[in-house]
């Protein structure tokens, strides 16, 4: 696997190997009585695409947010290009516009266009100048296919199309990584295709990527590794193959089968 990426290094479109951008050391997050996540270590790679999975309420959006520093862990590191973002006096905003992030539910700004809803992480986070600004948004839209939609408000969209100005505006902002959760869940069957066409556009890119998701075919095409979260804990890991062919775990196995009938179903 290692040798095969390391043939790709130049190629265009082709996959670098590098350095660690995100990872994960024995993180845990507790609510109350309810561990959410259960001593959890992972790294994503330059270039890499994880994809995580698991039951509901296994901790996936817990485990997200905790790597994007959008909720404290309650114990363990998170480090970010070899910065430690858990320990005290990070800035955290800075690191966290390194990270993009892409929710399950799409939240746009309603009363700003897909363009401005895009400029305006670009103007207030990253504080660049009007024109770059537009010029960075109208690039990111491209990245997504949706400049014709600029001047199109939220309300003017499909969810589809939706979740597609999320996702450059998650691109808009140059990150490191992009963590997405669950973005085509919240979306009917029909509209799912074209979010997906773009995260396949995007892996092609080499775009570094940690998805949560569910959408079998798509992991097995572009996955470097897949996550199985059970109960806050991951219970098995490794190429998308290992789960289509031989899961080890019976946890893994069952979810499996049951992921596969449900796509067939659909
Ligand atoms: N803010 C919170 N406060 C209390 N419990 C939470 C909170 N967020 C998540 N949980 C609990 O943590 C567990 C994992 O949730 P979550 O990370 O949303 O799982 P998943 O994304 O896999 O469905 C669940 O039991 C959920 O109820
Ligand atoms: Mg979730």
Known sequence: ????????????????????????????????????VKDVSLEVKEGDIKLIFGPSG?????????????????????????????KPGVDLNKARAKIGFVFQHIWLFHHLSALGNIELGLR???????????????????????????????????GGQQQRVGIARALAMSPEIIILDEPTSALDP?????????????????????????????AREVADEMIFLDEGMIVERGQPELFFTKPSSERARRFMARLIKLTRRE
Not at 204 to 211: A, D, F, R, S
Request: hydrophobic fraction near 40%; glycine fraction near 8%; proline fraction near 4%.
């Open 58 to 86: 296994s901790g996936k959006s817990t485990l997200a947010r905790c790597l994007a520093m959008l909720t404290t862990p309650t114990k363990g590191d998170v480090f970010l290009m070899g910065e430690c973002l858990t």
């Open 124 to 158: 207030r986070v990253l504080k660049l100048p009007k024109n770059e600004a537009r010029e960075q948004a109208i690039q990111a839209l491209k990245e997504v296919k949706m400049e014709e939609w600029a001047n199109h408000f939220p309300a003017q969209l499909s």
């Open 190 to 218: 029909e509209l799912t295709g074209e979010v997906i066409d773009t995260l396949r556009d995007l892996a092609k890119k080499g775009t570094t990527m940690l998805v949560i998701s569910h959408e079998m075919p798509f």
């Open 1 to 36: 696997m290692g040798e095969q990426k390391k043939e790709a290094v130049g190629t265009p479109g082709g996959r670098r190997i590098a350095d660690i951008i995100l990872e994960c050391r024995n993180l845990w997050k507790i609510y109350g009585k309810i561990v959410a």
